[in-house]
């Protein structure tokens, strides 16, 4: 019996080449301003019009500042770059959500808010983290931008089939423990190469349990365990989220489609490469101590000291905490922290914030304390204000910035200066990854929150 990535990817081969790669139709491509410009470019040259046209959907998120959209960007490298997606996305007669369009955001938050992701589809964007869609029964990973051009000449790629793996996450998870914080605790077991070659299907109660935000923010994830991408089967937590949304299927396409979703889920037969399980109740709220996301552990624990790391990461291990100011053998509770970022593709959607206002309501922003909070889209937005989120915050002394990819990585105004400590929600803390010699501690948005109102690195469970 087939597993549920062997369907999907089954049914959109359009050939097999002899001891070479498959060419893969692919039902969505999604383009952001930073990946897709060379891309056009070679079409250009060579003439061609986009095959599915219907099928692309463009929008700014990288470059895009939080704060004043309506005026011109100020940095020229990404204004040019927000203008040319623009322009392109015109003369190839693509769909555009530009800078202050209210369906505008983080590609990887608006997709599947739009109903635009949906079960069982092949997606693909120049972005390693188009992972995220998997939450929504999709087939969904990153391409370079030759593979873009690709796929906007033919409406196809040719991939390599990855092997699959299945990790089962059972029981129940404790008070204060997140999607974020589960998929922290797998990096932290597998590694960042843990799932090299793999698809990863996540499955078990906890997966089961999981909100369709908490399941995003958990897909999102698979690809720093070194995954190509990872997905969760669709049931009716799926579906009820889908439903009505602006490009969903209506009326009898609805019908029809639930018919077929319902199909996609791997047998009970099914054979994988690879079965991992962990238990739900063993996960804490995470924190990362290194310079990969695989460095976490339970907030409440201490960096490993020299003698438990294999000898052959040791120097790497030691250059890691050379750059975080950090030791061997110490807390992180207690440290002092000098920005907090709530937003990005993991953790930017409205249950992020809704975790974030319960820490802090009633209370106050830590004094000079900086704090970012950045909502993945305008649809975001709308929500914190009409639930009234935004009082709340504003109350506590936090401002809500504008929709994009804000302080996850530095290609906008939003940097974390040199030697200062963040605690992100974002999905990478490598070297520089919030700006030259920014220290980046991952979270979740509780974790995160519980700083923003102490000032230091806080176990949220002691504030909830």
Known sequence: MNTLFDKIWDAHVVQNVEDGPTQLYI????????????????MRSRGLQCFRP???????????????????????????????????????????????????????????ERGLSLPGMTIVCGDSHTSTHGAMGAVAFGIGTSEVEMVMASQCILQQKPKSMRISINGKLGKGVTAKDVALYLMSKLTTSG???????????????????????????SIEMGARGG???PDETTFEYIKG??????????DKAIAYWKTLKSG???VFDRELEFDGAAIEPMVTY?????????????????DTVPEASRVSFMKSLGYMGFEPGEQLLGKKVDYVFLGACTNGRIEDFRAFASIVKGRKKAEGLVA??????????????????????????????????????????????????????????FEGRQGPGARTVLASPLVAAAAAVTGVITDPRELM
């Not at 491509?29 to 470019?41: G, I, K, M, N």
């Not at 090299?196 to 999102?220: H, I, P, Q, W």
């Not at 949304?245 to 609805?254: L, S, V």
């Open 245 to 254: 949304r602006e490009y969903a299927p209506k009326g009898e396409d609805w």
């Open 372 to 429: 970012w909070l950045v909502p993945g889209s305008w649809m975001v937005d709308e929500q914190i204000r009409q639930e009234g989120i935004d009082k709340v915050l504003e109350a506590a002394g936090f401002a809500i910035r504008q929709p994009g990819c804000s302080a996850c990585l530095a290609m906008n105004d939003d940097k974390i200066p040199a030697g200062k400590l963040s605690v992100s929600t974002s999905n990478r803390n």
């Open 195 to 221: 799932a090299t070659g793999y698809f990863v299907e996540y499955a078990g109660d906890v997966v089961k349990n999981l909100s369709m935000e908490g399941r995003l923010t958990l897909c999102n994830l």
């Open 268 to 270: 009970e037969d099914a």
């Open 54 to 112: 219907d099928h692309i959907f463009c929008m700014p998120d990288h470059n895009t500042p939080t704060h004043d959209q309506d005026a011109p960007i100020e940095d020229p490298v990404s204004k040019k770059q927000v203008d040319t997606l623009a322009k392109n996305a015109a003369d190839f007669g693509l769909t555009h959500f530009g800078m202050m369009d209210k369906r505008n955001g983080i590609i990887h938050v608006v997709g599947p």
């Open 290 to 306: 290194g310079t990969n996301p695989g460095m976490g552990m339970g907030i409440g624990e201490s960096i490993p000291t020299i």
């Open 27 to 42: 039902d969505r491509l999604y383009c952001h301003e930073v990946t897709s410009p060379q891309a056009f470019e070679g």
């Open 231 to 233: 997905f969760i089967a």
